[in-house]
């Protein structure tokens, strides 16, 4: 997931200026380069807020897998643009991206802080970020690649956009693998299917000391979650927020 954000995020700059694309496409002026970020930074916002329905209602396993396959129609989609149907498809194709792109970057570290234990939660949180880094790192060296390598040709950029679909091809399928987060089953009554799931990422049998230990924290962090939003309905912790009056500079 990291990876396929940094690199969505890093290679599009490059791309637009490749001898190429600009042969396609013809040489863009400002306007149209800033309205191809735009558009990627909105869908990104809004699918940022539609990552927080969509782990809540569909579960975080459901939900990353929703994530990956969307970004895989939106990368697809910019990788069939032609000089023939002009930047449409990308416009479309970003837009639909950027979506992915908020939701999995809302419910991916979500999950991470979820299933990690707690020793090795800022080493798997350590690993996205590094994911997201190495992701940017090959987008400018994929540009960098196919300007040495390929004469001025659809193919020198449309292989940047092609490599969109490694990172969330992968993800994709490896969402197929994923257990459940046991903290959202649990916060949905699920409480057997909960114990089970977290034996399963533990590697160790339900009634080990130390599971039944974690298990019994994360329903009291729950409990005292739902105490303090006045119930466990969607909109209980916005009535929160909302509700709270703050002091200001006391």
């Known amino acids: 997931a990291s990876c396929m954000i940094g690199y969505d995020s890093a290679f599009i700059g490059g ?7 600009t042969r396609s496409f013809g040489k863009l002026d400002a306007s149209t ?42 990368a697809a989609i910019m990788t069939a643009a032609s000089p023939k149907t002009h930047l449409t498809p990308i416009y479309v194709g970003r837009a639909i991206a950027g979506l992915a792109i908020g939701a999995a970057s809302n419910l ?10 707690a020793p090795a939660r800022g080493q798997a949180v350590g690993m996205y970020e590094m994911g997201w880094q190495i992701g940017g790192l090959a987008g400018f060296f994929i540009n960098y690649g196919v300007i040495q390598t390929l004469a001025p040709s659809v193919m020198q950029w449309r292989i940047p956009f092609a490599v969109q679909l490694i990172p969330s091809g992968l993800f994709l399928i490896g969402t ?39 298990f019994n924290q994360m329903q009291s962090s729950i409990g005292e979650t739902r105490r303090a939003a006045g119930g466990d309905s969607y909109l209980a912790p916005f009535n929160y927020v909302f509700s709270r009056k703050y002091l200001v500079g006391r």
């Open 176 to 214: 197929l693998f994923l257990v459940e987060s046991p903290r959202w089953l649990l916060s949905k009554g699920r409480v057997q299917d909960a114990r089970e799931k977290l034996a399963y990422i533990r590697h160790l049998p339900t009634d080990h000391p130390y599971l039944v230990e974690e």
């Open 108 to 117: 991916t570290p979500i999950y991470i802080s979820e299933i990690a234990p």
């Open 33 to 74: 380069t800033g309205n191809l970020v735009s558009t990627y930074q909105a869908g990104a916002f809004f699918g940022a807020f539609f990552g927080h329905p969509l782990g809540h209602f569909w579960g975080r396993k459901r939900g990353l897998f929703v994530t990956s396959l969307v970004f895989s129609i939106g």
């Open 15 to 21: 791309t637009i200026v490749l001898p190429g694309f």
